[in-house]
């Protein structure tokens, strides 16, 4: 038993100079470059980075300060999410014909509140004194095995640049004005606590100008899937000045006013109700097609610091209220499709507009009409 005892007591004493060496190991590679590199994406620290890299190299294909910008962009993410600092998780990149030739190794990125991840693979050059590794190249990586995995991930994260970061030099002189506008026109949003009518009136008219030189330089370019560092003013305005329009063709039909007095209507006249909004919002999507609920503050996508208020905004708001609270019955009493019709039309149709069609009234009641001409019935209440 002395022996066991013994041995027992020798290998704890191994597994602490392990851990001890393990420590001064940690302590030893955090003076090396590569280590550093680490540590400051770990940090989000984009500062630290920009001193790290070699600004005569590319990353991502692109040059550095064009990659540190969208690194700062994934980072943001990250920072709303509630995320504080990234866990470096090491693993290897599975796809061999990745830059079968080079030094290369991968690693996770977690947030470590919402597991959010960012998987990056390096390429890694020997430094002389073969002592440490420059990094040569950064790029996404789709096939990372984790060799630490978590639990459980978020999302993925993906860095992506900007047309207009990557080639300055296919970017107007009058692009390049409207898009510093543009931004100046959404950082001045984000100093406000909340927007009213007419101040988000004075901003589509000043910013008006910026909108249509973007849309017409997305139109000449082709291809609607480029990004833009302009992307999120453009549909921060697309979507503003929907809003706008859509209030004021409320206003004028009288329905911001008579909708609290709808429920009290024949149904006729009702559905003539609900069909007048179902087509001023059909074009009009961006925020508020078919929404269910209703915040208490509105916020558009593009400007999510930016709140909608004051007492013309909050009527609005109590129109959509009181709007859903009427439709939304309506809709499930004539609901034309069992649950199996249902995953068919979603399997058959694959325009946008198709889905939000089933919570149209109008779509269901013209359905109705029209398989009554056919001489079919449907049941009402057949969605309970």
Request: hydrophobic content about 40%; proline content about 3%; aromatic content about 16%.
């Amino acid at each position: 038993m002395a022996e066991i005892h013994l041995a027992g007591t020798l290998t704890f004493q191994k597994i602490l100079i392990l851990r001890m060496a393990f420590y001064h190991w940690q302590l030893f590679l955090m003076d090396h470059y590569f280590n550093q590199v680490l540590d400051a994406f770990s940090k989000m620290d984009r500062n630290r980075l920009e001193e790290l890299l070699d600004p005569t190299l590319s990353y991502f294909d692109v040059p550095v300060g064009v990659f540190l910008s969208g690194l700062e962009r994934v980072f943001g993410k990250f920072r709303k999410a509630g995320d504080s600092f990234l866990e470096v998780q090491s693993g290897h990149c599975r796809d061999l014909t990745c830059n079968p030739d080079k030094i290369r190794t991968a690693y996770r990125f977690v947030g470590n509140s919402s597991r959010d991840f960012l998987d990056l693979r390096f390429i890694l050059e020997l430094t002389e004194d073969l002592k440490d590794h420059r990094v040569l190249d950064i790029f996404q990586c789709f096939n990372l095995h984790s060799q630490e995995p978590s639990e459980w991930y978020g999302n993925r994260r993906l860095l992506s640049f900007y047309f207009d970061e990557e080639f300055p030099e296919k970017i107007s002189v009058e692009e390049k004005i409207h898009t510093q506008l543009a931004l100046e026109g959404m950082r001045s949003l984000e100093n406000l606590p909340m927007l009213r009518l007419e101040e988000a009136q004075a901003w589509i008219v000043k910013h008006e100008v910026s909108y249509q030189l973007f849309n017409q330089v997305a139109l000449d370019r082709g291809d609607l899937l480029v990004e833009y560092s302009w992307g999120t003013f453009k549909s921060f305005f697309f979507q503003m000045k929907a809003y706008l329009e859509l209030y004021t063709q409320l206003q004028e039909s009288g329905a911001l006013q008579e909708v609290f007095f709808w429920e009290v209507l024949p149904d006729p006249e009702l559905f003539q109700k609900i069909r007048m909004v179902e087509n001023l919002i059909a074009d009009r999507y961006a925020y508020f097609l078919l929404k269910k609920e209703v915040s208490e503050k509105v916020q558009l996508s593009g400007g999510e610091q930016i709140l909608l208020g004051g007492d013309k905004f909050d009527q609005l708001e109590s129109f959509w209220r009181k709007y859903f609270e009427l439709q939304i019955p309506l809709v499930d009493r004539f609901f034309v499709f069992t649950d199996k019709e249902v995953e068919a039309y979603y399997a058959s149709n694959y325009d946008l507009n198709d889905f939000w069609n089933l919570s149209l009234l109008s779509f269901h009641l013209d359905y109705r009409e029209d398989s009554r001409k056919k001489g079919k019935i449907i049941p009402e209440w057949r969605r309970r």
